[in-house]
């Protein structure tokens, strides 16, 4: 028997592994299953280029909970480890390093918590043991037991069969471990997708000859393309999340250059943008688990995605911050965003109606994609596309502009776009364009705000417009002249009749000449204060802070030209006169929806008093 002292440098390290992990403990279940999986992944190489020899058996890894005597084991038929390699590997390499570990895990925001390897054991036991059989039959089984205390027993001990069982005491601080429950829950997390079946049994339990393993070995990321079907991709949707809606559609990963990455990426149905859930893409390492936190791995905008990516070349024993810098990481990036712009180009390209349908969802992606990621950009400037409220056309931005190319140009050679933000509201305004021959265009999400900002700093030779941002003579500024029908002094008349107090709406008020079908006066807000009300309205800081205290800002513009005028000008009652403007104004104001509280029932009292006079006028024009 062998009696000794495990070399480390720091006198005990198993204190310090406790600290740092403490809120990990649960992956010393992964580590050793890990283990398990590359010792049976070993003997199925060396089998088959002819190193290992005879029946490999069932390689199946079974862990086994005894609650009884507070064990946990977990046994596999892999390659086994001869005594000087328990020696050189438990005793030596896991403990030279320390100083590097120690260094390592200072930073508590470590991806993965990968490489801790088989002495995360000893953050949940009082002792470990060992008993394995390596796949050289000649070489004798041995026994390995240490209790975190750098010393340790290592003796031969009677022949078993092939592979390594490692059993767990389980500590008093780690109790938990012995439930049935938190085992099968953190085996469902990190094993789910593991290569080897691994099955889950309870000491006493009644051995079931139908037992199934509890992970789905042959995922179906790891297959090819060629191989699955719709409704494979699908399924495995399901398998994921299983309340999830039927997924758009799906990108199937696979490099194996520069970087070796596979995985499959959904995009989801979205109907609000604030059903958006990020973090509902898992990152795998050779089919283990290790994180649902992607940021920083995948591009911002493709966190809204779902799915699964696997690559053995992202680094897990890193921090956060590091892992932003590494280049593999910023390549994996590029690829993923590079696939995702290829494949919606490809849809776009290939299946326009389809692509059309989805783009309710899809736009989001999209949209998200060309504000934060130039790159991606320069590929979405072809397929994003725009719904005309008129007709539901679709157009993409060349086809806009190519549509409006006489009409909505304004005087510096700009392409206008004229959306709207609700079509109900804006119906009047909707109409007035339309009238015109404009193409308004829906801009409806809650994206769409910072969507047009970026957007117009982004397009060359593009200008968002509001459909109600200004009177329709005036949303594509042309610098045309409208001639007015009123003399001057008409004019300064009208001026002084619209300039009363408006509480809570700073007003201006210009008479123009418009032509005799526009409404008597038109309320419009102006594009930039409205914007930036907006952008306080969603929690934008800064500046916007500021306007969201400031009153709202309305633009009256009264047409001159309209016929009621005529009238009203020549009305000698003063006060019906003043009521009959106030009147005009309100209905400006409505159709902005800035008429409220107490403005609105002075509106609706001062209306049918009006109509009764009107009515009492014919009445005794009757009698
Ligand atoms: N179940 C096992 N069967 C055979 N060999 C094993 C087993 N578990 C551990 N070993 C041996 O012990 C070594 C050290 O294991 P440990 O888990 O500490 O590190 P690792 O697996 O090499 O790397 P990682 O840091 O990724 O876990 C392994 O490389 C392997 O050679």
């Known amino acids: 028997m062998q009696k000794g002292q495990i070399r480390v440098q720091t006198e005990n390290i198993f204190p310090i592994i406790k600290k740092f992990l403490y809120s990990d403990h649960e992956i010393f279940l992964r580590e050793l299953i890990s283990n398990a999986v590359d010792a049976t992944q070993k003997l199925k190489t060396l089998a088959s280029i002819g190193e290992a020899k005879g029946e490999l058996g069932d ?17 596999d038929h892999g390659v086994g480890m001869t005594k000087e390699e328990v020696d050189k590997y438990l005793n030596q390499v896991a403990f030279s390093g320390a100083e590097e570990f120690l260094s390592k895990y200072k930073d508590a925001n470590i991806i993965g918590h990968f490489g801790l390897g088989f002495y995360s054991a000893f953050m949940v036991s009082s002792r470990v043991e060992v008993l394995t059989q390596s796949y ?85 990321w790891t297959k090819k393309p060629s191989e699955l079907t719709t409704e494979d991709y699908q399924n495995f949707y399901r398998e994921l999340y299983p309340f999830g809606e039927t997924p758009l559609f799906w990108i199937h990963l696979n490099v194996d250059y520069p970087f070796n990455l596979t995985g499959i990426l959904y995009f989801p149905k979205i109907k609000q943008s604030y059903e958006i ?6 990152l795998y390492s050779n089919q283990v688990f290790v994180t649902d936190e992607v940021k920083d791995i995948v591009p911002e905008f493709l966190m809204l995605l779902h799915g699964i990516i696997d690559s053995p070349d992202i680094p897990l024993n890193v921090s956060r ?27 776009f390209r290939n ?7 989805k783009w309710e969802s899809l736009g989001l992606f999209v949209k998200y994609g060309m504000i934060t990621d130039d790159k991606f950009l320069e590929k979405a400037n072809k397929f994003f596309i725009m719904q005309d409220i008129k007709d ?9 502009k190519m549509a409006t190319e006489t009409l909505q140009k304004n005087k510096e050679g700009k392409h206008v776009i004229l959306y709207t933000t609700d079509p109900v509201q804006q119906d009047a305004y909707i109409q007035a364009s339309q009238q015109r021959g404009y193409i308004v265009v829906k801009m409806e999400t809650l994206i769409d705000a910072a969507f047009i900002n970026n957007m117009e700093m982004k397009w060359e030779n593009v200008h968002f417009v509001r459909v109600d941002a200004d009177i329709v003579d005036n949303l594509i500024d042309k610098q ?42 038109v309320a419009t807000r102006p594009e930039f204060m409205r914007r930036m009300k907006d952008m306080a309205g969603i929690g934008g800081g800064g500046m916007t802070a500021f306007y969201a205290q400031m009153p709202d800002e309305v633009m009256l513009t009264v047409n001159g030209n309209h016929p009621i005028y005529q009238a009203l000008l020549k009305e000698s009652d003063a006060t019906k006169k003043e009521k009959q403007i106030r009147t005009l104004a309100d209905l400006a104001l409505l159709s902005q929806g800035l008429l409220k509280g107490n403005d609105l029932t002075n509106f609706i009292n001062r209306n049918v008093e009006l109509m009764q006079q009107s009515d009492k006028s014919t009445a005794g024009a009757e009698a």
């Open 59 to 75: 390689l199946r890894i079974d862990v086994e909970l005894d609650a009884k005597e507070k064990t946990l084991s977990i046994t």
């Open 136 to 220: 050289h039959e000649e070489a004798p089984s041995v026994y390995w037991s240490c209790d975190g205390s750098p010393e340790f027993e290592l003796y031969e001990i009677e022949k078993r069969s092939r592979g390594t069982k490692i059993i767990l005491h389980i500590n008093e601080d780690s109790q938990e471990f012995l439930e049935a429950n938190r085992i099968k829950g953190i085996l469902e997390k990190f094993c789910r997708f593991l290569p080897v079946p691994i099955y889950f049994t309870e000491a006493g339990e009644k051995l079931d000859e139908e037992q199934k393993p509890i992970n789905n070995t042959n995922p179906i």
């Open 277 to 282: 859930q990020k973090d509902k893409i898992q």
């Open 321 to 347: 911050s590091y892992l932003q810098g590494d280049p593999n990481v910023r390549k994996i990036n590029t690829y993923i965003t590079k696939k995702v712009g290829d494949k919606l180009d490809e849809i």
């Open 351 to 357: 299946d326009r109606p389809s692509f059309e349908e």
């Open 392 to 400: 539901n056309k679709f157009y993409t931005l060349e086809e806009y």
């Open 480 to 521: 045309e002249k409208n001639e007015s029908v009123l003399s001057k002094e008409e004019t300064e008349q009208l001026q002084q009749l619209f300039s009363f107090e408006l509480p809570q709406l700073h007003a201006t008020v210009e008479v123009k000449g418009l032509s005799p079908d526009t409404p008597p006066v």
